[in-house]
Structure formats: C-alpha cells, structure tokens
C-alpha cells in the first residue's frame, strides 16, 4: 500500500471543478471583453467629442 500526501479525488468531484473552473474562465474571459469595449466606446467618445468640439 502506498501512503500518498493527497488522496486522488473521485472522477465527479474533480468533474465538477472542472465545469465550475471553466464556467469561471468563461465569466471572467467575458466580463473582461465587455470591460475593453465600454473602455473603447468611452474613448471613442470622449475622443469623437472633442472633434466636435472643435
């Protein structure tokens, strides 16, 4: 018998945080995409703006 530091968990356990980790990747990935793009649509705005005012 060999005496492991970690025991292996189960396959559904690790299945599960599998799907919760990629869920997180997912929900991170795309809030960051929809932070970038409210960041460029301010900046084009503030720089459209500006021309105007011009």
């Given at each position: 018998m060999r005496t492991d530091r970690r025991p292996i968990p189960p396959a559904?356990?690790?299945a599960v945080v599998n799907g919760?980790?990629?869920?997180l990747?997912?929900?991170?990935v795309s809030?960051?995409?929809m932070l970038y793009g409210?960041?460029?649509?301010?900046?084009?705005g503030s720089?459209?703006?500006e021309l105007v005012h011009r």
């Open positions: 559904g356990v690790s919760q980790l990629e869920w990747v997912i929900l991170a809030v960051g995409v409210a960041y460029t649509v301010v900046n084009l720089f459209l703006a």
